[in-house]
């Protein structure tokens, strides 16, 4: 009987992956923009067609979600994000200046690798094709393995797109042995050119110390301010549809409510007819118990699940009617659960004294976890929107729009995505929606405007050994007499 070492056989499978896949992306790299185009269109139609039976394949294998909220996401992952970047200038020269004689060549990275979440599993593989081919790029799927199945399925639905369209299907492939050592050679492969990185802090954090450059998102925990000349009604509406999409799995959707104290009443009375169900004191302990775990991270049990069933695995008894869980919390960290991300249909609940006093409250709350993702409001004042706007660490600042959808852009203008930068402030490299534009370099091809003998002539007068600008060679002795006396004026005040 002849044994495998499963460790062993996925290293091997990434070195034939990569290899393969960089072969693809070479013979991509002839290729015009039309061409190019082509496949990013197969690849979009075959999403459409197929995103049902995804959808249905990602619910059954994780447990995560529903169907229908699935379906639309693998649509917006495939038509959406195709419409959104299809005109898009990314293939040789896609900018130039004539007047400073700088023109730019778009340069595509290479081989990427990307790791695939087992929350939004599908959607996530089509959308990182889409924008690794309409960049020029090839890349190769690590995925997770609760959900390996249909990533698997989806990538042999992309492949026979792009070979449809007349491309190498090896410009997309996936792990078939998901192990953490295949992932962590596939990272640091040489020929890994970048790493896409979506899923949990502790791979994200991986993928930033492979060594290999990597875009990569932390966490979201986005507060929800509803400020009093908000549309309550309306307001309300947008968050619980938000939250209920697809079980909160999307990590942009609302993780906590905060008001104004005295706006509280008539919140919640709005917020318990559209179907949230506010726990008591004993269930907001019991429930906040089993939504983290022992080290202070999110239980895996609540993720994507429906009310009725977190409620059951709470031993909690809640009426059938209940579309999210709202907890009073008061305070942020250690000690108060749900002021975590949790990325199932539950809120918390906070107040603040006036609006300033929230803005506090909600900078601490994502400085403690989520900085640099997601924040929104509601409300109709634009002064009190420039107010948080300064002042709220977030890279997506939404106004008047469900946070899930707003922030993948999906309700707003933003570039469709399901990999959300989070910026410097949240260990990201950027603090975009990602797209084809950040899966390539620029090539900057500038021409001569200038001699030496040119730039000697702009260098300003010296010969003191105070060099003068041309404001000062301009400037009257008087005037130099009047500044010096005003500074004179000042030192004596002091």
Do not use: W
């Amino acid at each position: 009987m002849q044994l495998y070492d499963k460790d062993l056989l996925s290293m091997q499978e990434v070195r034939e992956l990569v290899h393969a896949a960089k072969t693809a992306q070479q013979e991509l790299a002839s290729m015009s923009q039309a061409q190019v185009d082509h496949i990013v269109r197969s690849i979009a139609d075959a999403g459409v067609r197929n995103a049902r039976r995804l959808a249905q394949m990602a619910h059954e294998d994780t447990g995560f979600g529903v169907v229908d909220d699935k379906v639309i996401k693998n649509i917006f992952a495939s038509h959406g994000v195709y419409e959104h970047i299809k005109d898009m200038k990314t293939i040789g020269e896609i900018d130039r200046d004539d007047e400073k004689r700088v023109r730019v060549l778009a340069v595509p990275v290479g081989v990427i690798a990307g790791l695939i979440p087992s929350t939004n599993p599908t959607s996530t593989a089509l959308y990182k094709s889409e924008i690794a081919i309409k960049a020029g790029n090839a890349i190769v799927f690590s995925p997770h393995p609760s959900a390996l199945r249909c990533i698997l399925e989806t990538v042999k639905v992309i492949r026979q797109a792009i070979a449809e369209a007349g491309g190498n299907e090896n410009l997309v492939s996936c792990i078939t042995i998901p192990t953490m050592q295949a992932t962590d050679n596939l990272m640091k492969h040489p020929d890994t050119a970048m790493i896409l990185a979506t899923g949990g802090s502790a791979m994200v954090r991986a993928a930033y110390s492979s060594g290999t450059p990597a875009i990569g998102v932390g966490p979201g925990n986005g507060p929800a301010y509803i400020e009093r000349t908000a549309d309550i009604p309306l307001a309300v509406k947008r968050i619980l549809d938000s939250k209920t999409f697809d079980n909160g799995t999307i990590c942009a959707s609302e993780q906590s409510i905060i008001c104004d104290k005295d706006m509280r009443a008539a919140i919640q009375d709005e917020m318990e007819r559209q179907g949230a169900y506010f726990l008591t004191p004993e269930e907001r302990a019991k429930l906040g118990k089993f939504i983290l775990r022992a080290n202070g991270t999110m239980n895996p049990e609540i993720v994507g699940r429906s009310v009725q069933t977190i409620a059951e695995l709470a031993g909690l008894e809640i009426p059938k009617t209940a579309r999210v869980l709202v907890a009073d919390e008061d305070g942020v960290g250690r000690g108060h659960p749900y002021s975590n991300e949790k990325l199932g249909p539950i809120l918390a609940f906070y107040m603040g004294e006036d609006y300033r006093d929230v803005c506090d409250t909600c900078c601490t709350i994502l400085h403690y976890e989520g900085a640099g993702h997601t924040f929104s409001m509601h409300t109709k004042d634009d002064k009190i929107v420039d107010y948080f706007a300064k002042r709220i660490p977030a890279s997506r600042f939404l106004v008047n729009t469900p946070s899930a959808l707003g922030g993948i852009g999906g309700s707003t203008g933003l570039m469709p995505a399901l990999t959300l930068g989070c910026g410097a402030v949240g260990g990201s490299a950027t603090s975009e929606n990602v797209g084809p534009m950040n899966l390539l370099d620029r090539r900057y091809v500038a021409y001569g405007l200038l001699e030496l003998e040119d730039i000697r002539k702009q260098v300003p007068d010296c010969s003191d050994g105070i060099c003068r600008t041309h404001a000062d060679a301009n400037m009257s002795t008087d005037a130099v007499d009047q500044i010096v006396k005003k500074i004179i004026e000042r030192l004596r005040a002091v």
